[in-house]
């Protein structure tokens, strides 16, 4: 959503002109919008907020985002949070040849529908992810039982329904890459990385391996600074010897 220039305490971000994003190299919602903007070729300047130093609470950046959550796109001055707002209004204010969002009514609503899906799971890619992915100690994210649980059931039943759907087509809505192929794809990535296994879902599995290839979506998928990615691969590979894996949650 586009937050009211009334409401922008930062006053300074109001005479930045071009497309500026303010983000963090391994934040979901940030990679996303990343994809977008290189998938389109907008040119757009980089401001990272280091979220383990906190700056995203800082009072400079509750000015532009009082919720204190990355990213947020700055565009000739108007301020916009909400990462799927943020892929709708960059695919309206940069048209292309082929637009990532339908233009049916039907595929339209369709592509909305799976937008919200992916949003509402944003809690649960956490507790995934600082279950199987990374460490949550280290950020004090640690989990219960019953919300790992739960977060893995979900998302299986979720992959499913969007396995049988790419059982009939190439995208989530058709046969090009959407705005929902963008949103999905991180979330898909993190669920592989943290040991969801190929072979349950094969069309899926097919999915992630042709968006892979894409030039924007690799980057996206490599993105991070080689500490956390290395302490990701040790800890991903320690439970895969003792068994952790959210693979081996789910057959167990």
Aim: charged share 25%; with cysteine; proline share 6%.
């Amino acid at each position: 959503m586009e937050l009211p220039a009334g409401a922008i305490r930062t006053r300074e971000v109001l005479d930045w002109r071009g497309v500026h994003l303010l983000h963090y190299p391994m934040s979901s919602c940030s990679q996303k919008v990343r994809i977008l903007l290189n998938e389109k070729r907008i040119d757009w300047v980089s401001h990272p907020v280091d979220l383990t130093k906190g700056e995203q609470r800082r009072d400079w950046y509750l000015g532009i985002n009082p919720a204190g959550v990355v990213p947020v796109l700055v565009h000739d001055g108007h301020v916009w949070n909400e990462s799927n707002d943020i892929l709708a209004y960059l695919d309206h204010a940069f048209p292309s040849k082929a637009p990532y969002l339908p233009s049916s009514d039907a595929e339209r609503r369709l592509a909305e529908e799976l937008l919200r899906l992916e949003d509402g799971l944003h809690a649960h890619l956490r507790v995934v992810t600082f279950s199987f992915v990374m460490p949550g100690a280290l950020m004090n994210h640690v989990f219960e039982p019953n919300e790992i649980e739960e977060a893995v059931r979900r998302f299986d039943e979720v992959l499913a329904e969007l396995d049988a759907r790419l059982g009939e087509s190439t995208c989530l809505c058709g046969d090009r890459v959407m705005l929902p192929d963008i949103a999905w794809f991180i979330t898909l990535h993190r669920l592989v990385l943290a040991g969801y296994p190929p072979d349950r879902r094969p069309h899926l599995s097919r999915y992630h391996a042709a968006l892979l290839s894409r030039p924007a979506f690799r980057r996206e998928a490599n993105a991070g600074a080689l500490l956390p990615k290395v302490i990701g691969h040790l800890y991903r590979s320690l439970n895969s010897l003792r068994g952790a894996t959210l693979g081996d949650r789910l057959m167990a």
